[in-house]
């Protein structure tokens, strides 16, 4: 099968187009979720330009743009290295219209193709995200832990900690 969509880095270079598209992903599914406020709370404390700079500078997160074939932005993700093999996705996200189409397993397998040493990976996931959650489960993610994490202001981001393990490669009759 072809691939429709491609990951390409992004850098601190490219902080405005991150927001804008941020925004327009955020705004469409989180407030019903969430609500307004919170919503633009958390893009205010995790996407203004000097948070984003210190998540790519500071904190090793690397973000990846997802690109259809047109190499037009359709979403982004960031992971980072936790340890030898395990990694941490911080961010993932599609524009609503381009999603229910494959495209997000098909990026999922494209970030195991830049990190073959992946075993496990983690994210979080808002308890009330039912659509995240089912795509995750659908991909291998499994439910290792409700967490519950206070982001200041009286919010909180009440959350699945969901976990992919790397399908052991020997078999049950393997010595």
């Not at 984003?52 to 743009?65: D, K």
């Amino acid at each position: 099968m072809p691939k429709r969509i491609s990951l390409a880095p992004a850098t601190p270079d490219d902080i405005p187009a991150l927001q804008a598209l941020a925004h327009r992903i955020w705004w469409a599914h989180y407030p019903a979720i969430i609500g307004e406020v919170q919503t633009a709370y958390m893009l205010e404390r995790m996407y203004s330009a000097g948070a984003l700079h210190r998540q790519m500078t500071e904190e090793g997160a690397q973000f990846w743009w997802i690109k259809a074939s047109s190499d037009a932005p359709i979403g982004f993700i960031s992971i980072s290295q936790q340890a030898a093999g395990q990694y941490f996705i911080h961010k993932f996200y599609i524009e609503a219209a381009q999603q229910g189409q494959g495209l997000g397993t098909e990026t999922f397998y494209q970030l195991l193709d830049i990190y073959p040493d992946a075993c496990e990976i983690r994210l979080t996931v808002n308890r009330q995200n039912f659509k995240s959650i089912n795509f995750y489960f659908k991909i291998g993610f499994r439910i290792e832990r409700c967490a519950d994490f206070d982001i200041g202001d009286g919010f909180f981001m009440n959350d699945f900690v969901m976990c992919w393990k790397r399908p052991s490669t020997s078999g049950a009759g393997s010595p």
